[in-house]
C-alpha cells in the first residue's frame, strides 16, 4: 500500500486535514474524511459533473482531481454556499423552480449555476446550455434547472443592486 500524505486544505471555510492516498480522488476524501455526501460520484470519467466540487475558485470533477492536488487550497462545496435554514440565493432558487427530480445531480447542478453566474449575471439560455454543458440530468430536468438559473440571476442581481458585492451576494445572507 502507498504511504499516506496529509493534506491541508480550506473546505467550506474552514482549516481541516486529511491523511491520503496519493490515489485517493477528492470525492473519496471529501466522503470519507468530512461525511460531505453532496459530492457523488456518477460516470467516474468526468463526463457528468455530478462531483462538481471548486476549487479555488474553479468548478472541477472531484472524481478526476486527487485529493493530494488541494493541499494548501480552498475547497467549496454545496454544504458551504448555505445552510437547511438559510439557502443560498443558487439554491433557493432550484427549489422554488424545482430544478431536480431525483435530485442526484442537483449539487453539482448548483455548484456549477454559482459559478456561471459569478462570471455572467444575466445568462440567456443558450450561455446556460453551453456552460452546463458538462453537467447531465438523467431525469432530463432541464427545463426547470433553465428557468432556476435565470431566477438565480435576477436574486443576484436584486442583491448588488441592493449593496451587496458579487461575492457576498451568491452566498446565504446570515
Ligand atoms: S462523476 Fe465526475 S464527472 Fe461524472
Ligand atoms: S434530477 Fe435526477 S439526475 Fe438530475
Redesign the pocket.
Known amino acids: 500500500m502507498a504511504e499516506l500524505q496529509t493534506i491541508r486544505f480550506r473546505l467550506n471555510g474552514r482549516p481541516v486535514e486529511l491523511a491520503v492516498q496519493p490515489y485517493e480522488t477528492l470525492v473519496e476524501a471529501l466522503r470519507r474524511g468530512f461525511q460531505m455526501y453532496s459530492v457523488r460520484?456518477?460516470?467516474?470519467?468526468?463526463?457528468?459533473?455530478?462531483?462538481t466540487v471548486n476549487v479555488d475558485g474553479r468548478a472541477v470533477?472531484?472524481?478526476?482531481y486527487l485529493a493530494v492536488l488541494v493541499d494548501g487550497c480552498d475547497v467549496q462545496t454545496v454544504e458551504g454556499l448555505g445552510t437547511l435554514n438559510q439557502l443560498s440565493p443558487v439554491q433557493e432558487a432550484f427549489v422554488e423552480c424545482e430544478g431536480f427530480q431525483c435530485g442526484f445531480c442537483t449539487p453539482g447542478m448548483i455548484m456549477m449555476a454559482t459559478q456561471l453566474l459569478q462570471e455572467n449575471p444575466d445568462p440567456t439560455d443558450e450561455e446556460i446550455k453551453h456552460y452546463m454543458s458538462g453537467n447531465l440530468c438523467r431525469c432530463a430536468a432541464y427545463p426547470e434547472i433553465i428557468a432556476a438559473v435565470h431566477r438565480a440571476a435576477e436574486k443576484l442581481r436584486a442583491q448588488t443592486a441592493a449593496g451587496n458585492t458579487p461575492a457576498t451576494a451568491i452566498m446565504a445572507q446570515r
Open positions: 460520484e456518477s460516470c467516474g470519467q468526468g463526463l457528468c459533473g455530478c462531483c470533477s472531484g472524481c478526476l
